[in-house]
């Protein structure tokens, strides 16, 4: 699915998103999570093979959040839901972590803060559905 420009927006200004996997018994699993494009997936890093690695690999549905700081007509905060199918790649998280340093920390910061981390892993998350309420719904709300 193509990304709109205002939701590449949102990604691209550094919002924080709210990452949802499923856990083995069905339940959700949130974390808070820097995210990027590639293209038109939603990239994001992990140096340890966490929750969120091992349930994407068991279930790759997963669900993005993200809140905008602008308001609908009828003045309800807008924010857009992300609904995908996620896979795991191994290696690049250091790389792609220090990308994304720069915009949700501050450009020239070293990050990882450590020298030689773990190649990590990197969740390409190729989005399927996208809900909630702002200019990309098509609804007036």
Known sequence: MKIPPEIR???E???IAHFVTLNRD???HVTLIWIGLDGDDIVAAHLPENTKVRNIRRDPRVAISLEAKTKSSLELTEYVVL???ARIEQGGAPELLQRLAEVY???GIKFPPMDNPPPG?????HVTKI???GPWTGRPV
């Open 9 to 11: 927006a949102l990604v």
């Open 13 to 15: 200004a550094g919002t």
């Open 26 to 28: 069905g339940s959700p």
């Open 83 to 85: 609904y995908g199918e």
């Open 105 to 107: 920390i501050r450009p």
């Open 121 to 125: 892993f990197i969740t390409r998350v």
């Open 131 to 133: 809900d909630g309420v």
